[in-house]
């Protein structure tokens, strides 16, 4: 069955960059668009940014000057990039599949905080 | 960017009634190419990730109970919930998927 599982690190410093790992399992990432979302706390859920497997990104203009993302398709991973956070940038973190999202992973909180 | 609005925010549904809420699109998700509309539906209970119910606005996920079905086109949708079960108290979200940057409602918490 497919998979989803985000890594990295849950707590980041101010200004720093916010790595995660998304790792696939059960179908190859070599199709469908694979896609990073967030949700602050007590807080609705907000689409940062997605990539396909050929490598073509799109991001949401909030997040357009901060966000990379990138996949791995021999590691079937894909990852995300978010420089210089701050406190705003406090959030569960989820990695998921396809325009409309069929499959997600169970999301990392994220803490920004010295 | 298109703005997804929802309502209401919160809706409290005795067991066994009908729920229904509205998601309204700030431009249409109809794509004429394909007479599809770019709109999903999402259930989130706390402390899991969302779980999709709907696709295409009225197309429901393998496995979703029967009882959930979405409806409209352009700009305006909506989701019912035909007999409410205990299990359904979550907040549900909209989507569109016409183009990026893809966008959410606000969310619609159900309760019993």
């Known amino acids: 069955q497919v998979q989803l599982q985000e890594s990295g690190p849950g707590l980041v410093k101010p200004s720093e960059t916010l790595s995660l790992t998304c790792t696939v399992s059960?179908?190859?990432?070599?199709?469908?668009?694979w896609s990073w979302i967030r949700q602050p706390p007590g807080k609705g859920l907000e689409w940062i940014g997605n990539?396909?497997?050929?490598?073509?990104?799109n991001y949401n203009p909030s997040f357009q000057s901060r966000v990379t993302t990138s996949i791995d398709t021999s590691k079937n991973q894909f990852s995300l990039n978010l420089r210089s956070v701050t406190a705003a940038d406090t959030a569960v973190y989820y990695c998921?599949?396809?325009?409309?999202?069929?499959?997600w992973g169970q999301g990392t909180q994220v803490t920004v905080s010295s | 960017d298109i703005v997804m609005t929802q309502s209401p925010d919160s809706l409290a549904v005795s067991l066994g009634e009908r729920a229904t809420f509205s998601c309204k699109s700030s431009?249409?998700?109809?794509?004429?190419?394909?007479?599809?509309?770019?709109l999903a539906w999402y259930q989130q209970k706390p402390g899991q990730p969302p779980k999709l119910l709907v696709y295409?606005?009225?197309t429901r996920e393998s496995g979703v109970p029967d009882r959930f079905s979405g409806s409209g086109s352009g700009t305006d949708f909506s989701l019912t919930i035909s007999s409410l079960q205990a299990e359904d108290v979550a907040v549900y979200y909209c989507?569109?998927?016409?183009?990026?940057?893809?966008?959410f409602g606000q969310g619609t918490q159900v309760e019993i």
């Open positions: 990539i396909y497997y050929s490598g073509t990104s």
């Open positions: 989507q569109q998927y016409y183009t990026t940057p893809w966008t």
């Open positions: 431009q249409s998700l109809l794509y004429n190419s394909n007479n599809k509309n770019y």
């Open positions: 295409w606005a009225s």
């Open positions: 059960g179908v190859s990432i070599t199709s469908y668009y």
């Open positions: 998921a599949r396809g325009r409309f999202f069929d499959f």
